[in-house]
């Protein structure tokens, strides 16, 4: 069965510090990859994707993640957090035309 | 360009009445979906419309809900005889086809509908 799970409700992070949101999915074949952010009183939004290719791929904002295939992983990730950053993410695996969320983490970045 | 938008922006019924839920995806985009965000939970598959092909109903959790697409472009979930479990935040988002350049699969989200039920 498809599925995404992400294992944290919540991450915090200082300000300027790296951060790291964790995904991991199952799903038969080649897994098609995506992350969303929903801001306060906003839509969800797209961030990146990963298709095929390069394992690391880099998306709006800083963002970037990388696939791991053999860990079944797909973690977003940022050098360095602003507080601006502050939001709930959301993993999304694509089989077969439909999509699979994950649960979704909601991260603070502390100033 | 125009995002996908929905109507109402809120909508509160009572328990038992019927409600429309409208959806107006980004002009060209063959595929739409709807899903269900309850508070503080993930985004619940409903329902996905791809061009011509019948819909994929297997996310929908009763026979109250049905959704239709007309003319491959605004789509209505309805729910009949509404409970207060369906309370939620209901989010529409539009996707261009695969083979569509750089935004292939990128799926493009409404504003959402937050439907109370009393």
């Known amino acids: 069965a498809q599925s995404v799970a992400q294992p944290e409700d919540q991450v915090n992070v200082a300000e300027g510090n790296p951060l790291t949101v964790k995904c991991t999915y199952s799903v038969s074949g080649n897994p098609y990859l995506f992350w969303y952010v929903q801001y306060p009183n906003r839509g969800l939004q797209f961030l990146l994707k990963?298709?095929?290719?390069?394992?690391l791929v880099k998306g709006s904002y800083g963002f970037e993640a990388e696939f791991n295939k053999s860990q079944t992983s797909f973690h977003l990730k940022k050098p360095s957090a602003l507080v601006s950053d502050s939001a709930l993410y959301f993993c999304a695996v694509r089989d077969g035309g439909k999509f699979y969320f994950g649960s979704g983490t909601k991260l603070n970045v502390k100033p | 360009g125009a995002g996908v938008s929905q109507s109402p922006s809120n909508k509160v019924t009572e328990k038992g009445k019927d409600v429309e839920l409208r959806c107006d995806p980004i002009?060209?985009?063959?595929?739409l979906y709807w899903y269900r965000q309850s508070l503080g939970q993930g985004l619940e598959f409903l329902i996905y419309f791809q061009g011509n092909s019948a819909p994929d109903k297997s996310g929908l959790p009763s026979d109250r809900f049905s959704a239709e697409r007309t003319g491959g472009s605004v789509s209505t979930l309805t729910i009949q005889r509404t409970q207060q479990e369906d309370s939620a935040v209901y989010l529409c988002?539009?996707?261009?086809?695969?083979?569509?350049?750089?935004?292939?699969?990128?799926?493009?989200f409404g504003p959402g509908t937050r439907l109370t039920v009393t």
């Open positions: 990963y298709i095929t290719g390069d394992n």
């Open positions: 988002a539009s996707s261009s086809p695969s083979g569509g350049g750089e935004s292939s699969y990128e799926q493009y």
């Open positions: 002009s060209g985009h063959t595929a």
